[in-house]
């Protein structure tokens, strides 16, 4: 053989020994070409990423949604006001022992990234049965994930609980008694409002500040309207510490500001009259009156502010034994628009009012819980009346003193509480001022999902 040809067939032979899969034997000599074999184990957690990944990126181009609600159903037991009459001003009807659907709510909110909205119903029978919207805002904050490190921003717009003080923008549903104090009632009824919304918040420090219309949906007169263009500008300041274990301590500043609406007349022309003083049905000159006609009179704006205080301590023993005290004092001016419609216009001089109340709770383990609150509520400082021919002061007070005993399990409420109202409103023999009874006992039954 040719020195060339044994050249040829030695490259020919390596050549096939390359194109062909190594033997059991030559495993070691030549490595393998084939991918790896993946173990069940490796697969799942392979699948499982790969889900996670979907997920993410599914969550960053769909809005994520939560759906939640509370119902709460009250039994009036006794109610010293209760008539079984109507009331022929406004054909209501006055008794008030009975069944009612106090409140029924209904929320969806929805987040995508900087961007959240939140619609709220309130389905009740309160003064028939009604359903109405609550809260309905739209709204952008920073940063996108919450993070205790890093300041929160948000801006909101719609229709949103007004700021001010604790318990009026506080939950119905964690509130341990039943209602707000009177002063609450009194100075933001409905506690909603339309307008923005500004927060901020940072550690222990956080502060709102809101433009809204100025007349919440509890309004007796303008509910949720504006019937004049300047905004009422709501605020309030907040810190929150631990001063030591187990125990929290907040406190806070309110500020309202804005201005309220009296209503003008329209011209009134001169009318004609006839009162049949002896009742025989025909007309003499001495039973006819002229009553004489009004120039229009235009509406007119008035100023009102509020300043408030409030403060919380909440002290834990051990887990399912909190005891929590907490009060409000609010100074305010020509604010009422839900108990006796503050119109300084109409009353010829401001109206200086002041409400306050305390509040003491105590968990009896997880299971139950009781509480006393008492609060009381001037709508008039300065009010005075005449007595013989003395003008002396008038005391128009209302205050409440309320027990409250309460049972609860996982996310159901069953609460009984006994409020003892104090009011002027009432008159004795002699035609002076006097407590009009007006207690009452209320069993109420709640469930949160």
Known sequence: MSPQLGAFAGVLLLGVAWSHPARADEASLWPSRSPPVVGG?????????LGRQASAIDALQHPSLHLSGY???????????????????TNAPLNQDRFTLRRGHFRVDAEHRFLRAALEVDVNTTNGAQVRPLNAEIGVHWPEKADPGRPLFELALGIMKIPFGVEVPESDALRPFLERSTMARAFFPGEYDVGARFRAKYRFL?????AMNGHPIGDRVFPALAPDQKK???????????????????????ADTGNGFHEGTPTTKDELVWRDDNGDGIVQSTEIQVVAGSSARPSQEFHRFALGADARLAVSFAPGFELSLR??????????????????????HDLHELGWYVGLTQELTSWALLGVRYDRYDPDQDAREQQAAVMVPRDRSYSTLAFLAMLRYADARLALEYDHNHNTLGRNSSGAPARLANDALTVRGQLTF
Do not use: C, K
Not at 206 to 210: A, F, N, R, V, W
């Open 206 to 210: 956080e502060m709102t500040l809101s």
């Open 41 to 49: 184990a490796e697969m799942d957690a392979l699948r499982s990423e």
């Open 232 to 254: 009422e500008v709501i605020g309030h300041l907040g810190v929150q510490t631990n001063p030591v274990q187990n125990v929290e301590f907040s406190l806070g500043i309110s």
């Open 71 to 89: 119902v709460q159903v009250d039994w009036v037991l006794y109610n010293q006001a209760s008539r079984n009459e109507i009331d022929y001003a």
């Open 327 to 348: 009060g409000e004092l609010v100074r305010a001016s020509n604010l009422d628009r839900g108990l006796e419609s503050a119109d300084p216009v109409g009353a010829g």
